[in-house]
């Protein structure tokens, strides 16, 4: 698996691109405010969606469980062979995931989910959706799928909720680094929890520490390359191990994780790739001068209360006007100090430092 996608050059698709960006900045702003909270958010629709959605926080169902998701959408549930999509209310808690109908009512524990995939609409039904995400699932004896469908901003909050019900919580052996540049690090591998943000994937409880002194974590604006590789054990088992290059301090390191769960491996992996692609997607249009450049790369690389105008050697005026133009683009989050970059900026300067390091 390589993080890589196919880019277009009409002015139509960049205007296509323009609005889903837009929208996916207010989605994931949303999604990171709650994702500093317990799984007891509002349902996808709740910020205005197409969908009329239901208030769900802090409700619980009969059975004790948080209802994190509650809205009305089309879906195919269960693998259905007739591909006919019915209107219903998506549910979601902790453990399970309802799809209800006032015929049906098709049950997915969320342990039994293998694969998320999201905005890729498939043949069978690309004529009743414009945007879905696909959730595989055992039962049984048997693989299933459903396809759930609605407008872009619903269906993408949604599947964040729904990768954090799956692999929040898991534990996993992370080795960190394993490689600095090209160089093997006789790294121990260590047990240690995982948790997603949208910005960062965050192994707590245990004794892998970022330079921070917290927890490790992968910036996912920083990831260079991954991949899914199979190795095989001492013992002669065969396990999956994600392999994430990623920039740490204008230097390129390589930190290894792997889960004993083959199916958390695989939705682990949809993960950095989906949020590979929308962060890149979301400056593949931006051109960024080399004097704004200067300021990104500074912003990311000093303390807070330095003076960046003296620092650059630049006036105060031409410092504003150049925080201006980077925050029209998206890459920092204010136009006046003091102002982080955004995942977008983070992604443009973790790219230059590994054409540097190249």
């Not at 909050?157 to 540049?181: C, D």
Request: aromatic residues 6%; without cysteine.
């Amino acid at each position: 698996m390589t993080a890589t996608d196919s880019d277009s050059d009409s002015s139509e698709t960049h205007s296509e691109h323009g609005e889903a960006a837009e929208q996916r900045s207010e989605l994931l702003e949303a999604y990171r405010q709650q994702s500093g909270s317990d799984d007891d958010g509002d349902g996808p629709g709740e910020s205005g969606s197409a969908s009329k959605s239901k208030s769900t926080s802090a409700r619980k169902a009969r059975t004790g469980e948080s209802i994190v998701v509650d809205f009305v959408a089309n879906f195919v549930a269960g693998g259905d062979a007739a591909f006919d999509p019915v209107k219903g209310r998506v549910l979601m808690s902790e453990r399970r995931l309802v799809l209800a109908t006032s015929d049906t009512k098709t049950t997915i524990p969320i342990t039994s989910i293998f694969d998320i995939a999201v905005g890729q609409v498939p043949p069978e039904v690309e004529e009743f959706f414009d945007y879905t995400v696909m959730v595989g699932y055992v039962d049984g004896d048997y693989r299933r799928t459903t396809v759930i469908g609605g407008d872009r901003e619903t269906i993408e909050k949604f599947s964040l909720l729904l990768f954090r019900a799956t692999l929040n919580g898991s534990t996993a052996l992370v080795k960190h680094p394993a490689k600095i540049g090209g160089r093997v690090m006789d790294t121990p591998k260590e047990k240690t929890g995982l948790k997603l943000d949208y910005e960062s994937v965050s192994f707590p409880g245990g004794d892998v520490q970022s330079e921070s002194d917290g927890p490790f974590s992968i910036d996912l604006a920083s990831v260079i390359f991954f991949e899914v590789m199979e190795r095989t054990t001492d013992g002669g088992d065969s396990v999956l191990v994600l392999s994430v290059q990623h920039v740490e301090n204008g230097q390129t390191v390589t930190s290894e994780i792997s889960m004993t769960s083959r199916r958390k491996m695989n939705i682990l992996g949809r993960y950095l790739r989906l949020i590979y692609h929308w962060i890149k997607s979301d400056v593949r249009d931006v051109e960024v001068a080399e004097t704004e450049l200067e300021v990104l790369v500074g912003l990311y690389s000093t303390a807070e209360d330095i003076d960046l105008a003296s620092l650059l050697d630049i006036d105060s005026a031409e410092l504003e006007a150049r925080l201006e133009s980077l925050h029209e683009d998206d890459l920092i989050t204010d136009e006046e100090p003091p102002v982080d970059l955004t995942p977008q900026g983070r992604f443009i300067v973790n790219e230059e430092f590994e054409d540097i390091n190249v």
